[in-house]
């Protein structure tokens, strides 16, 4: 193998590892955002039952 040919090799080696950080760091990323949003919707109907309790038949504009 020509050292033009190994140089172009090594590089690609590097910027494959590069690549598959970027996709790990990516997947973790993501995972975290499905965790919180999960989060959020479980504290957001949480929050609006508790507030329908509380509000019931008080106020206009909250459904019940």
Same mark, same amino acid.
């Given at each position: *193998? #020509? $050292?033009? =040919?190994? @140089? !172009? +090799?090594? %590089? /690609?080696?590097? *910027? #494959? $590892?590069? =690549?598959? @950080? !970027? +996709?790990? %760091? /990516? ?38």
């Amino acid at each position: *193998m #020509s $050292k033009k =040919n190994y @140089e !172009i +090799v090594k %590089e /690609n080696h590097k *910027m #494959s $590892k590069e =690549n598959h @950080e !970027i +996709v790990n %760091e /990516n997947y973790e990323i993501k995972r975290r955002s499905r965790k919180l949003l999960r989060k959020t919707r479980r504290l957001l109907r949480r929050t609006s039952k508790l507030l329908r309790r509380l509000f019931k038949g008080r106020y206009i504009g909250i459904p019940p």
